[in-house]
T-cell receptor, first 113, second 115 residues
Framework: NAGVMQNPRHLVRRRGQEARLRCSPM?????VYWYRQLPEEGLKFMVY????????ESGMPKERFSAEFPKEGPSILRIQQVVRGDSAAYFC???????????FGNGTRLTVT | AQSVTQLGSHVSVSEGALVLLRCNYS??????LFWYVQYPNQGLQLLLK??????LVKGINGFEAEFKKSETSFHLTKPSAHMSDAAEYFC?????????????FGKGTLLTVNP
């Protein structure tokens, strides 16, 4: 199955640690999107990347969060110095072209203790 | 700003009964509207979307939704539920005119289908 692959499925971090979430897009897709679902809320857009470029980061928190999509390898969402409020489900999606329908992964559930 | 309200976090129907999942939105621009479905242990997949034109939109698996601007609604329906329809359903609105990716989702409605 060449769907969007996210790992790990579950990630537990202590306050102050770093969290790294990985996303491999569908085969042939070069557009990647990250969404976050906080408890009791709907998914919200964070960032849109193409290979080696951030296209739209208007939904990213200003501090501690960063994303990359290198020429080789998966897209990485990095959260530095995690706090309890970062506990959420993080979903990655990909598309083959700009504004094509999104295909989502299963998500990574981050728990900060 | 955009927002989506899905009425009912959990809907239960009998097999063969009508499925109605409610979605109301607010948007500062003419909306693009979407329904996504998430089956157990899978990612979200697009069920259907409204952009412009015909207000009754047909999607996969016999689902359809009608855009009603006056009611700011985009309810999802299926005439006859099947056991395989059991899943979580998410309504979403585009945050920008013409954008398929900058979406704001509702909290989701879990649909269970009873035999």
């Amino acid at each position: 199955n060449a769907g969007v692959m996210q790992n790990p499925r579950h990630l537990v971090r202590r306050r102050g640690q770093e969290a790294r979430l990985r996303c491999s897009p569908m085969k042939g897709h070069s557009h990647v999107y990250w969404y976050r679902q906080l408890p009791e809320e709907g998914l919200k857009f964070m960032v849109y990347l193409q290979k080696e470029n951030i296209i739209d980061e208007s939904g990213m928190p200003k501090e501690r969060f960063s994303a990359e999509f290198p020429k080789e390898g998966p897209s990485i969402l990095r959260i530095q110095q995690v706090v309890r409020g970062d506990s959420a489900a993080y979903f990655c999606a990909s598309s083959g072209q700009y504004n094509s329908p999104l295909h989502f992964g299963n998500g990574t559930r981050l728990t900060v203790t | 700003a955009q927002s989506v309200t899905q009425l009912g976090s959990h809907v239960s129907v009998s097999e063969g009964a009508l499925v109605l999942l409610r979605c109301n939105y607010s948007s500062s621009v003419p909306p693009y509207l979407f329904w996504y479905v998430q089956y157990p242990n899978q990612g979200l997949q697009l069920l259907l979307k409204y952009t412009t034109g015909a207000t009754l939109v047909k999607g996969i698996n016999g689902f359809e939704a009608e855009f009603k601007k006056s009611e700011t609604s985009f309810h999802l329906t299926k005439p006859s539920a099947h056991m395989s329809d059991a899943a979580e359903y998410f309504c979403a609105v585009s945050g920008e005119r013409g954008s398929n990716y900058k979406l704001t989702f509702g909290k989701g409605t879990l649909l269970t289908v009873n035999p």
